[in-house]
């Protein structure tokens, strides 16, 4: 997909925020940003956005010395939704169509995202989420309930920590739905930004109700062509693809049919205005693709 120039400018915002969550050297802060400011000038306005943030995470990671500068706000909002978790799992249960309410609430979770705002707090995230499940869907619901009572092998593409946990309610009725549906969610295989990684995956106990791997790699999104061998072979036997997120369109939409045999649904909030418009839809939307 091609580059838009607030892109450029939420990626420098991006590398300052990941900065000042790993350490409070203003010295190292600087250092980043003058690489960042560097790498967007040379790549910036050629490289699609998710190869541009891997290597300013990267650089991140390189001067702060902090492996995983998100490590404490992902664990905050896991342990958040963790506590909600419940009530959540009820209100899927309670509604006329359970396997819908569980698809919004999935999409709803994706509203929680360091890559697109750094200053979330408790109460936001969970007015947010509040709001986000009053809104309609903006694509077939229908064509991807379909879609899964016919498969049989489904890989999970998961995107930000706290919304692991509106995965995992999703993923639950996905199987009360189709009980011989196998289903392998994939974490990243570095700590990037605050998507998804093993630490997460085992805060909410997600391995024990699924198939659990990681891709192999530190992209944000999914660059098929970095990822590891096991993930390779899940992905060819997969006959269903559900793709959280907005790095996951971003990245995946670059393959053309013989890339991706399989069907590939996408699940995002447009949090992005120049994201909303590529896909036809509007700012704050609910999407399945």
Known sequence: MPIS?????CLTRQSLEAARFACCDELRHTAVLKRTLELVHNKGFTTIPPLVAQ?????????????????VPKQEFNNLMLSVREPLRQKIRD??????????????????????????SE????????AALKQPINGDIESFIESISHSRNVLYLLDNCGEIVCDQLLMEELQRFQPKLNI???????AVLNDVTWTDVRQVGLEQSVTVIDNGNDAVGTILEQCGSEFQAKFKQADLIIAKGLANYETLIEYNRNDLPQTVYYFFKAKCPFIARFAGVQLGDLVIR
């Open 123 to 130: 109460t936001m995230v969970l007015e947010t989420i509040e």
């Open 55 to 71: 290597e300013i995470q990267r650089i991140v990671r390189d001067e702060t010395g902090n492996a995983d500068p998100y490590s």
């Open 184 to 190: 392998t969610a994939v974490v990243r295989g570095a």
């Open 5 to 9: 120039l607030d892109c450029i400018i």
């Open 95 to 120: 509604a006329e169509h359970p396997l819908k309410m569980a698809i919004q609430l999935a999409i709803a979770g994706n509203s929680i995202d360091y890559a697109v705002r750094g200053d979330w």
